[in-house]
């Protein structure tokens, strides 16, 4: 009972919650860069949140179904057909062996994420199953998805089919004709290193807008823009956390997603929070963000009131 992989896409990786305490061995957390579609797909599929899933990033994963099940994609805006009929994303679909499901490429928006009923049953390593090359752990092997990979999966012959409705959709940038980059603002949580940056260039760093550059991957996006100078050139090596805004010698920041280094030596003027490492993976080369500064109390304001209207939202009961 499984799933096999005919076309594997641009880069499609198992992915679960994350692995996590493990820094001190020098493994990082990996899982979802958007965690909030990878949750959605888990939440239409009544998948217990940590269920093993798959990260395509822009696309063109081909699977061939080889038991009954029921699968769900969200994320970014893609096509999706069954044996060539199409799909709707944010809804659970059911398959039986011999189908064949394709996802063509993102139109907005970057990663996407196919969930099945029961989630893909991969085992883990260091505690999780998320897959970060870089370390070659989790996933099969540590490595990407391959034509021809197995992944295996219980047998779900009926499930009650869900979708989140439309009008609760993430908007991943402009989308439509008129299609234009995205601007998307990224609330910092300032960091003690702050005071290494001196008034003017932070200044300058709140009120300019900085591009995503071509490369931007699941370590961190890269960013071009005002250069952002620290006159600190010697630093001790520390732990980093999700969503560090990390300056270079170049003055460019880079903000540092799930499968960043564990500890590093430049400076960091702040963190942006974690409901926005979800906005920020989505982002295409070309995108712009602009950093906006919170206290402690409104990154947690701003991330309860995500998580209670993730809770309180509900779902349509579709019928087959």
């Known amino acids: 009972m499984s799933f096999k992989v005919l076309q594997p896409g641009l ?29 959605w797909a888990n939440r239409i599929l009544h998948n217990e949140s940590n269920a093993c899933a798959i990260e395509l990033s822009f696309g063109g994963l081909q699977l061939l179904v080889q038991t009954d099940s029921y699968f769900c994609v969200t994320g970014a805006g893609l096509d ?30 970057c990663r996407s994420y196919i969930g099945i009923a029961g989630g893909f049953n991969i085992n883990p390593s260091f505690g999780s199953s998320a897959t970060v090359m870089r370390e070659k752990v989790g996933g099969l092997n540590g490595a990407k998805l391959a034509a021809n990979d197995i992944l295996p999966c219980a ?15 993430p ?23 702050h005071h290494l940056f001196d008034s003017t260039t932070r200044a300058r760093f709140f009120n300019s807008q900085y591009t995503v550059t071509d490369r931007s991957d699941r370590m ?7 250069a952002v100078p620290c006159p600190s050139e010697k630093m001790l090596s520390e732990g980093i956390c999700l969503g560090a805004v990390q300056v270079p010698a170049d003055g460019q920041p880079i903000v540092l997603l799930n499968d960043r ?4 030596g430049y400076p960091k003027i702040g963190a942006i929070i974690s409901r926005d490492t979800a906005q920020l993976a989505q982002l295409r080369p070309g995108d712009t963000v602009h950093f906006e500064a919170v206290d402690l109390f ?6 309860t009131l995500a998580q209670l209207k993730f809770n309180a939202t509900p779902l349509l009961y579709l019928k087959d």
């Open 155 to 169: 047998k779900t012959a009926e499930l009650a089919r869900q979708a989140l409705p439309e009008s609760d959709w």
């Open 298 to 303: 409104q990154a947690h304001t701003i991330n």
């Open 11 to 39: 880069l499609s990786l198992i992915q679960d919650l994350g692995r996590f305490g493990q820094h001190d061995i020098g493994l990082t957390t990996g899982g979802p860069l958007d965690s909030e579609a990878f949750l």
């Open 261 to 264: 280094q564990t500890i590093g």
């Open 220 to 226: 961190g996006m890269r960013l071009e823009g005002p």
């Open 80 to 109: 999706i057909s069954v044996n060539g009929v199409n799909k709707a994303l944010w809804t659970s679909h059911k398959v039986v062996s011999g189908d064949e499901i394709k996802l063509g490429y993102s139109s907005h928006g």
């Open 171 to 193: 908007l991943y940038g402009q989308q439509g004709s008129n299609k234009q980059e995205s601007n998307a603002v990224l609330h910092l949580l300032p960091g003690y290193q």
